[in-house]
């Protein structure tokens, strides 16, 4: 009876941890990302202070409706950043990044780890939240550019509020 007992506290305490994983899972960054560690950061950042970039785009004028707010929440939890070659013909323009609306995906083009090579830690991971959460807000259904530059901008003065000496300067285009 001891095992039997012992056993099913084993099973209950895996099912336990198994969701509370869940409750912390972030979109996930494809491995060939060669700043993989760095995009991921930036996603971890902006997730876990969520809240505060919520209110600091709200009290700085920023008018991002709250259906917006709620579609990028749920993309930082279970959004996935992928990376396109350059070749990619959605990239052979120039951009630095794409989405389809109703996708789950923020593309980042390959040029953009060029365009970042000299930028520092703080920068770099600054500029790849600017990027993915302009790119999800495409994904979320707001394709003329209005809404997402107004998120990208939003969020460039929340991460530069909340990282001393950020500046995306460094930015070779």
Not at 32 to 52: L, P, T
């Amino acid at each position: 009876m001891g095992n039997k007992g012992e056993m099913m506290k084993a099973i209950i305490l895996l099912l336990l941890l198994s969701m509370s994983s869940n409750l912390f899972a972030l979109a996930s960054v494809e491995s060939d990302c060669a700043d993989q560690n760095h995009i991921k950061e930036a996603i971890k950042q902006v997730f876990k202070k969520y809240g505060d970039f919520a209110g600091y785009q709200k009290n700085h004028g920023y008018k991002i409706p709250k259906t917006l707010m709620d579609c990028l929440k749920g993309k930082l939890k279970n959004g996935r950043v992928k990376c396109r070659a350059n070749t990619n013909p959605r990239c052979i323009t120039g951009a630095l990044g794409f989405a389809t609306a109703g996708s789950k995906n923020a593309n980042i083009c390959k040029r953009t780890e060029d365009v970042l090579s000299d930028c520092d830690q703080i920068d770099k991971r600054g500029s790849y939240a600017m990027l993915t959460m302009h790119e999800w807000t495409h994904a979320c259904g707001y394709i003329p550019e209005s809404q997402p530059e107004n998120v990208e901008e939003a969020v460039m003065d929340w991460w530069n509020s909340t990282h001393t000496g950020f500046s995306t300067n460094c930015a070779q285009r």
